[in-house]
């Protein structure tokens, strides 16, 4: 399996969208590969981080707004 594959998993396995066996696979590389769990930890801190960001609500009319606007840089 590649590095890509294997970075997947992770990604799936911190979502908790892995069958049982394919976590206990995740779990053993993260048991026996410290780079791999170098990965998990940042994939972590990344999750975090963005969980503490603020949360903006948009206007309801944010596609139109923006589509006006587009349309009257282009008549200019």
């Given at each position: 399996m590649d590095s890509q594959q294997r970075e997947e998993l992770l990604s799936a396995y911190?979502?908790?969208e892995l069958s049982a066996e394919?976590?206990?696979?995740v779990e053993?590389?993260?048991a026996d590969d410290a780079e791999y769990r170098r990965?998990?930890?940042e994939l972590l801190s990344l999750r975090s981080d963005l969980q503490a960001l603020p949360?903006?609500?948009?206007?309801?009319?944010l596609a139109a707004t923006v589509v006006r606007?587009?349309?009257?840089?282009?008549?200019r």
């Open positions: 911190l979502d908790d394919e976590r206990a696979r053993r590389w993260l990965l998990h930890e949360r903006h609500k948009l206007p309801e009319n606007r587009a349309e009257q840089q282009v008549l």
